[in-house]
Antibody, heavy 122, light 108 residues
Framework: QLQLQESGPGLVTPSETLSLTCNVS??????????WGWVRQPPGRGLEWIGV???????YYNPSLKSRVTISVETSKERFSLELTSVTAADTAMYYC??????????????WGQGTMVSVSS | EIVLTQSPGTLSVSPGERATLSCRAS???????LAWYQQKPGQAPRLLIS???SRATGIPDRFSGSGSGTDFTLTISRLEPEDFAEYYC?????????FGQGTKVEIQ
């Protein structure tokens, strides 16, 4: 059974870079059928899509974050990562990694990590 | 950007009753790209419906999705105690993928 697990610092200093990793277990990240993505949720608020990556490295980002976001993949280590630069308090959120279907008519975000809380504060 | 507006913000329902949640899009969404999620406090979202009406694996048949164009609906036919939660719609046909702001289903 495929599982996702986020890891990374829980506290980031303003103006610095937020870096998170999502480890994939119980399945292969090198699948034709899925994207691997990040979604965040500020405390008490709704969900925001950050972006997704295909195992070949092609990416789609939310334009509102595009200038600050990089999602990368390491297929040999079955993991993908998120970097968000120049963070502010507005980036404080629960960050989830998740798997998303890639083909027409397939599933949306069907498998999620448990999430990792990241606070931006000095 | 396609804005998804969910209504109502909060729905107070008794167990065993029917709940109808709405998701309205600012532009037409191809129904194959509309999903619904359930989220309970302290938990990650759980996929309920993809393609507007296809239940995800393991989702009970009391959950059903319908709609097309700009108007989509999630119906819970008979609310069970475990169904009281927040529900989100999502479109993934147009970048940026967007979520609605959520509907909270609470016990009346």
């Amino acid at each position: 059974q495929l599982q996702l697990q986020e890891s990374g610092p829980g506290l980031v200093t303003p103006s610095e870079t937020l870096s998170l990793t999502c480890n994939v277990s119980g399945g292969s990240i090198s699948s034709d059928d899925y994207y691997w993505g990040w979604v965040r949720q500020p405390p008490g608020r709704g969900l925001e899509w950050i972006g997704v990556i295909y195992y070949t490295g092609s990416t789609y980002y939310n334009p509102s974050l595009k200038s600050r976001v990089t999602i990368s993949v390491e297929t040999s280590k079955e993991r993908f990562s998120l970097e968000l630069t120049s963070v502010t308090a507005a980036d404080t959120a629960m960050y989830y990694c998740a798997r998303h279907g890639r083909h027409l008519g397939t599933v949306a975000f069907d498998i999620w990590g448990q999430g990792t809380m990241v606070s931006v504060s000095s | 950007e396609i804005v998804l507006t969910q209504s109502p913000g909060t729905l107070s329902v008794s167990p065993g009753e029917r709940a109808t949640l709405s998701c309205r899009a600012s532009q037409s969404v191809n129904s194959v790209y509309l999903a619904w999620y359930q989220q309970k406090p302290g938990q990650a979202p759980r996929l309920l419906i993809s393609g507007a009406s296809s239940r995800a694996t393991g989702i009970p048949d009391r959950f059903s999705g319908s709609g097309s164009g700009t108007d989509f609906t999630l119906t819970i036919s008979r609310l069970e105690p475990e169904d009281f939660a927040e529900y989100y719609c999502q479109q993934y046909g147009s970048i940026p993928w967007t979520f609605g702001q959520g509907t909270k289903v609470e016990i009346q």
